[in-house]
Nanobody
Framework: QRQLVESGGGLVQPGGSLTLSCAVSRSGFNINNMGWYRQAPGKQREFVASISSTFRRNYADSVRGRFIISRVNAKNTVYLQMNSLKPEDTAVYYC?????????WGQGTQVTVSS
């Protein structure tokens, strides 16, 4: 059984918005630091954003000011609100702990930014 399930991806025009969700089916979620990562075609997976158990947030320079990470512990869910999307944001987006736990990588959710 997968422990992290991402959803909410899709096709969006440049300048548009999407909100991704990550449902976590494991105990202890509220004490974990969580993160979003992405992998564009032909590139290595990279860090996007993280949120600590005390709601401290950190962002990659490429998304700071456009993306917002949040969490609802009562729902064991992490969100990534993505605004002002650019074609270079096109990638498969994954959630995981922060730092990552190799055994938790899921299938991710595809985000495509194109006109």
């Amino acid at each position: 059984q997968r422990q992290l399930v991402e959803s909410g991806g899709g096709l969006v025009q440049p300048g548009g918005s999407l909100t991704l969700s990550c449902a976590v089916s494991r105990s202890g979620f509220n004490i974990n630091n969580m993160g979003w990562y992405r992998q564009a075609p032909g590139k290595q997976r990279e860090f996007v954003a993280s949120i600590s158990s005390t709601f401290r947030r950190n962002y990659a320079d490429s998304v700071r000011g456009r993306f917002i990470i949040s969490r609802v512990n009562a729902k064991n869910t992490v969100y990534l609100q993505m605004n002002s999307l650019k074609p270079e944001d096109t990638a498969v987006y994954y959630c995981n702990t922060f730092p990552q736990t190799d055994s938790y990588w899921g299938q991710g959710t595809q985000v495509t930014v194109s006109s």
